[in-house]
Nanobody, 126 residues
Framework: QLQLVESGGGSVQPGGSLRLSCTAS????????VGWFRQAPGKDREGVSG????????LYSDSVKGRFTISRDNAKNTVYLQMNSLRPEDTGVYYC???????????????????WGQGTQVTVSS
């Protein structure tokens, strides 16, 4: 059974940085699509970034492109999300998720993911 644990959330001022970690146990996640999602109060969960399979192809939403970087450490079975130049609109609960089903090409579709972490809060405020 795959388990995901996120960490690294916190409160920062606009322009600040955070690095989120998603550590997996029970399955080597390098072979699957791993996504980072976020959910702000009253809003739907949205895809932020993804990393796809052994090739490590990276994907980003337009809202974070150029500011966030997703990476993976296979030895630690961990995916990271480095978040720079944070804005108040980046505030929300951030979740990592793994899609162990056949990939349909839509990394940002919440319904494609069958394993989720518990989430970590990110608050960007002055």
């Amino acid at each position: 059974q795959l388990q995901l644990v996120e960490s690294g959330g916190g409160s920062v001022q606009p322009g600040g940085s955070l690095r989120l970690s998603c550590t997996a146990s029970g399955l080597q996640i390098e072979y699957y699509v791993v996504g980072w999602f976020r959910q702000a109060p009253g809003k739907d969960r949205e895809g932020v970034s993804g990393i796809n399979g052994p090739a490590g192809y990276t994907l980003y939403s337009d809202s974070v492109k150029g500011r966030f970087t997703i990476s993976r450490d296979n030895a630690k079975n961990t995916v990271y999300l480095q978040m720079n130049s944070l804005r108040p609109e980046d505030t929300g609960v951030y979740y990592c998720a793994v899609d162990t089903l056949p990939y349909d090409g839509n990394w940002a579709d919440v319904s494609n993911y069958d394993y989720w972490g518990q989430g970590t809060q990110v608050t960007v405020s002055s």
